[in-house]
């Protein structure tokens, strides 16, 4: 074993589900000629392909890169109360699809989803189904909850779904959950993971008992892995069940950060609205609370709850561009204010862009003090004429 044990490493550490023909070929240049060995190597081989190698692709599958895109709380308002969530994990799930397993597929967006979502009061529950004999013998089985929201409890109990196999009680998953929602109180979202593929449309009576029962509180969403034909259009109807919500998806389509945040948003959350700002004669919004220092560029400390309003402001009415303006009193001369007022409108056009609002949708410009909205011969005309305004282009 020793004498063999550098190969066997290399192996295992580097060709995954390796082509076996291609490594006898390796073994027969190294001299390994003797058939008892040559047989007993095999074997070896083989164990560790079915052992190690695929398991190393797969732990390499669960660790493709994801950028979490984060939610800001004080955008959304939550409109759910319950978050359901169903996973595949039957026999059809461990096929390969577009060179992953579908159940890697299925079950990561999931844990995707749950590093997206913020932290919300809510109840949660994971179910899975299917399952092969070495995680369970049970059909489908209630991983998690129903309980408070848990982001490390949800990862946990995902992590735990291995590995894929049985047949695929789809219905007695969502039988099933009639008894965890038992205690469920307010609106229900329902996230089913699924390739739908060797199923009949008894997962639809299931869906409508539910609908029937919950009526308007319930929302079922679906996720497809894969594109069978018959799964596609089994998925689709589901989502339709629950009228006035509900979506059919791709997995494959929500693999972004912001593709994954949009996905949250639909399942869990309504954009807050955000009035827009009084409109001024000439056309803007005056924002005369943000201040610099003194004959600076620098803004006051006083200034920035007010830009995050601007912020939310913009995010919520994201169809908005607009030029930011800087105005000044008519202390120094017009070159100098007209250069500090354009520095200004700068300073502010960078503080939106870090808070997340595009830079495509803004200008910066200086006016200096050729618009005064006040009289310069007072403090308080000209502390009204060292201003920022905003004007909507669009």
């Not at 560790?48 to 959304?76: E, H, I, R, Y």
């Not at 059809?92 to 749950?114: A, C, P, Q, T, W």
């Not at 008519?330 to 960078?350: F, I, P």
Request: glycine share 6%; with cysteine.
């Amino acid at each position: 074993m020793l004498r063999y044990g550098g190969f066997l490493t290399f192996f295992a550490d580097n060709s995954g589900c390796y082509n076996l023909r291609h490594v006898m070929k390796k073994i027969t240049k190294r001299r390994f000629m003797n058939p008892k060995r040559l047989c007993w190597l095999s074997a070896v081989l083989v164990f560790m392909l079915l052992a190690g190698g695929c398991a190393t692709q797969q732990n390499v599958q669960q660790s493709k890169p994801f950028q979490v895109q984060p939610l800001a709380k004080d955008m959304w308002q939550q409109k759910a109360d319950n978050l359901i969530l169903v996973l595949d994990a039957s026999s059809s799930m461990s096929e390969s699809y577009d060179g992953l397993e579908k159940f890697v597929i299925g079950r990561n967006f999931l844990v995707h989803f749950n590093q997206t979502m913020p932290d919300l009061p809510l109840k949660t529950a994971l179910r899975s189904f299917g399952h092969s004999p070495a995680f369970s013998d049970k059909s489908t089985i209630l991983n998690y909850g129903l309980t408070e929201y848990s982001r490390s409890g949800i990862a946990g109990a995902l992590a735990e779904i291995i590995p894929a196999g049985g047949p695929s009680p789809m219905e007695k998953s969502l039988k099933a959950l009639a008894d965890d929602l038992k205690d469920a109180r307010g609106k229900i979202a329902m996230v089913l993971v699924s390739d739908g593929k060797d199923m009949d449309n008894s997962p639809l009576r299931a869906a409508r008992e539910l609908q029937a029962q919950y009526e308007d509180r319930l929302c079922i969403y679906t996720v497809l892995v894969g594109y069978d034909e018959n799964g596609r259009a089994l998925l689709s109807s589901l989502s339709q069940i629950t009228p006035g919500c509900g979506r059919a998806v791709n997995a494959m389509d929500v693999t972004t950060g912001a593709a994954m945040a949009d996905f949250v948003e639909t399942v869990l959350l309504r954009k807050v609205e955000a009035a827009l700002p009084e409109m001024s004669k000439a056309g803007t919004w005056v924002f005369k609370d943000i201040k610099f220092e003194i004959d600076k560029a620098v803004l006051m400390d006083s200034s920035y709850r007010k830009l995050n309003e601007i912020v939310k402001i913009l995010k919520v009415h994201s169809d908005i561009e607009v030029e930011i303006q800087g105005h000044t009193d008519s202390t120094a001369s017009d070159a100098h204010n007209m250069d500090l007022s354009r520095r200004r409108a700068h300073t502010v056009m960078k503080y939106l862009q870090e808070k997340g609002v595009a830079v495509s949708r803004m200008t910066a410009k200086g006016y200096g003090e050729s618009r005064p909205i006040d009289t310069n011969e007072t403090e308080k005309g000209r502390s009204n004429n060292r201003r920022v305004e905003l004007k909507p282009m669009k």
